[in-house]
């Protein structure tokens, strides 16, 4: 194959990432909003479009595959080769955990304890991932360190938000027998959504680890 050839495909390759972290990132958007306005309708719409996201995912690990069966590319290349495979890998987890996010707004009644910002944790896993999937596209080391670094700030925010839910639960007013298993459900959906949101930040962190390893060949964000 004429070189000018392989390097298009190598940039279709970087291009079709970006465009699925799009469509990822629109699904968690979609689902943090459903969470918030309680809108069935759009919760249904992110669980139903999974499918789209996992065909996205076999396309693409599809074009990895043939790059390195057909070509055999070797340093640089084949480290961007792979460090796209597992950004892919990473990107359609996260996608899943969307999912999660439209099955518990289909399923949630109220909002049970406001004084957890879901919205203000979902904002910064949008913002992680933006930041390291320019990471990638950009080959901008320094947006790696900083993906990782504000992991950091997500994780203790996560954590200050779950011991909220625990600690009203403790000193919540008594309810009668049939309204406790509702209630429960609804501080488990809780805690699950602040689960995953943690989880989509870890995923973040492991773009930017694969986007710094494959600009400088450098493992140290690898874990």
């Known amino acids: 194959?004429?070189?000018?050839?392989?390097?298009?495909?190598?940039?279709?390759?970087?291009?079709?990432?970006?465009?699925?972290?799009?469509?990822?990132?629109?699904?968690?958007?979609?689902?943090?909003?459903?969470?918030?306005?309680?809108?069935?309708?759009?919760?249904?719409?992110?669980?139903?479009?999974?499918?789209?996201?996992?065909?996205?995912?076999?396309?693409?690990?599809?074009?990895?595959?043939?790059?390195?069966?057909?070509?055999?590319?070797?340093?640089?290349?084949?480290?961007?080769?792979?460090?796209?495979?597992?950004?892919?890998?990473?990107?359609?987890?996260?996608?899943?955990?969307?999912?999660?996010?439209?099955?518990?707004?289909?399923?949630?009644?109220?909002?049970?304890?406001?004084s957890v910002d879901i919205q203000g944790l979902g904002e910064v896993t949008l913002e992680m991932l933006a930041d390291s999937m320019a990471a990638y596209a950009d080959e901008d080391r320094e947006l790696c360190y900083a993906v990782n670094d504000r992991d950091d700030e997500l994780d203790t925010e996560c954590e200050i938000a779950s011991d909220t839910v625990v600690r009203e639960l403790i000193e919540g007013e008594e309810m009668a027998d049939e309204e406790i298993e509702t209630f429960m459900e609804d501080v488990s959906r809780l805690l699950l959504t602040i689960r995953d949101l943690e989880r989509i930040g870890d995923h973040t962190v492991n773009i930017a680890a694969r986007a710094l390893y494959m600009i400088d060949n450098n493992d140290e964000l690898i874990y």
């Open 1 to 114: 194959m004429p070189r000018n050839e392989y390097q298009s495909q190598l940039a279709e390759l970087r291009e079709d990432v970006v465009a699925m972290s799009e469509t990822v990132a629109d699904r968690l958007e979609m689902g943090l909003t459903a969470l918030e306005t309680n809108d069935k309708d759009l919760a249904r719409t992110v669980i139903e479009g999974d499918d789209e996201i996992n065909q996205l995912y076999l396309d693409l690990e599809q074009q990895c595959t043939d790059l390195i069966a057909l070509q055999q590319p070797v340093a640089g290349d084949l480290r961007f080769i792979a460090a796209s495979f597992k950004i892919i890998t990473d990107l359609e987890r996260i996608a899943d955990l969307a999912t999660n996010l439209g099955e518990y707004a289909e399923a949630a009644d109220d909002d049970v304890f406001p």
